[in-house]
């Protein structure tokens, strides 16, 4: 596709259920990142994969939160046994490279929503 | 670690008048600095970066942003703004060698009134 592609875009969960969020990322884009949008806190950083090196995971908040990206190409992000502050928008970048040389382009995000 | 401030949250401007959005940084060094623009159900936009050299960047849609060492500063600017420019406006600072791992501010949203 054109542009990064996240699916679902809105998922409404119960408390204590797991769920998977995932990204496609821009062909040929080797960077992909994922952030979380909460209501006034602005973007925070979870995750990064650059090609086959080791992935940069300090920003995942606990030990519920999981990602991996198959074949260097499609991520997803998996949330185990959610809580009502997961709820928030969770967002997918990539980029063909390092962010000096180029820029991280973003999908629409999936808004998840724990009851 | 590095941090952003944006200490506006909520800005209003007519249309056609100047706008300036501030952003603050904390970082040791010389950081790498985005602008990015979010509009209502769009995606997150690049709007200019700073990473070296001229400190007066040009970004699209008419936007600048000075990067002022000694104020830790580096703030957006736009001389005429249009409707079309109501949107929430993110500052991020990423840290030299590792400009994956950005830090959001909180965001700014611009309204426009006619």
């Known amino acids: 596709g054109a542009g990064v592609s996240q699916s679902p875009s809105n998922k409404v969960t119960e408390k204590g259920k797991d769920v998977e969020l995932r990204c496609d990322p821009i062909?040929?884009?080797?960077?992909l990142y994922w952030y979380r949008q909460s209501l006034g806190q602005g973007l925070e950083f979870l995750i990064y994969?650059?090609?086959?090196?080791?992935?940069?995971k300090s920003g995942l908040p606990s030990d519920r939160f999981s990602a991996e990206r198959t074949g260097g190409s499609v991520s997803t992000l998996t949330i185990q046994r959610t809580q009502q502050e997961d709820s928030a928008v969770y967002l997918c970048?990539?980029?063909?490279?390092?962010?000096?040389?180029?820029?991280?382009?973003f999908g629409q995000g999936t808004r998840l929503t724990v009851v | 670690a590095q941090s952003v401030t944006q200490p506006d949250i909520h800005i209003t401007v007519s249309e056609g008048a100047s706008l300036e959005l501030r952003c603050n940084y904390s970082?040791?060094?010389?950081?790498?600095l985005f602008w990015y623009v979010q509009s209502p159900g769009q995606g997150l936009q690049l709007l200019l970066k700073?990473?070296?050299?001229?400190?007066l960047v040009q970004g699209i849609k008419g936007f600048e942003a000075e990067f002022k060492r000694s104020q830790s500063s580096f703030n957006l600017r736009k001389p005429s703004v249009h409707w079309s420019d109501a949107a929430e406006y993110f500052c991020?600072?990423?840290?030299?060698?590792?400009?994956?791992?950005?830090?959001f501010g909180t965001g700014t949203r611009l309204q426009v009134t006619l």
């Open positions: 970048a990539s980029s063909i490279g390092h962010l000096r040389n180029t820029e991280a382009f």
């Open positions: 062909s040929g884009h080797t960077a």
């Open positions: 994969f650059q090609g086959n090196s080791a992935p940069d």
């Open positions: 970082y040791g060094a010389t950081p790498y």
């Open positions: 700073y990473f070296s050299g001229d400190t």
């Open positions: 991020a600072v990423g840290i030299t060698g590792t400009a994956s791992k950005l830090t």
